[in-house]
C-alpha cells in the first residue's frame, strides 16, 4: 500500500509521518536524521503488513532521496526499511490537543498509536523520541495519547 508521508527509523524502530502538503513532514524528517535517526522513505511510503504489524520501506523510484525545501533533493542517502511502531499526524499549532484521547492509524488490518503533533515546534523530535519510547515499553504515561493503547 502506498502512504502519502515520511518516515524514519531509530534502532529499526519507524515511525511514520502524515500530514498535508506543507506540514513539515520532510522538515522533521531532516532533524531527526540530523539525531542520528535512518531514513526510511520521503514523501511516499510503502506499507506491506507482516506478522508483527506493518512494515515500511521506499518505493524504489524514491529510495535514497530527501526533499529539503529551500535547498533541493538530495539523492543517494543511505536508507533502510523497518517495523512500524507510531504515527505521527502533522497539525498546526492549535490543532495539537494538550491532553490527547488515544487515537490510532490504521492499515493492512494493523494499527499504531497516533499522535497529532506540530512539525515545526522546536520539541516535535523530543517528542517522538519519547513516544517512541512508550510505544516500544520503555516508558510509561500517566494519562495521554496512550493511556489506553
Known sequence: MLQHGSCASSAGAGVLLLGVPGAGKSDLLLRLMRRGWGLVADDQVLLSAHAGGLAAESPAELAGLL???????????????????????????????????PRQFSALGH??????????????????????GVAEMRHTLRAGAFAAA
Open 67 to 101: 526533499e529539503v525545501r529551500g535547498v533541493g533533493i538530495f539523492q543517494g542517502l543511505p536508507h533502510a526499511a523497518c517495523g512500524l511502531r507510531l504515527a505521527v499526524l502533522l497539525v498546526g499549532r492549535d490543532e495539537v490537543p494538550r491532553l490527547p484521547e
Open 111 to 132: 494499527h499504531l498509536p497516533l499522535l497529532a503533533l506540530h512539525a515545526f515546534d522546536c520539541s516535535a523530535v523530543a517528542k517522538i523520541e519519547l513516544s517512541l
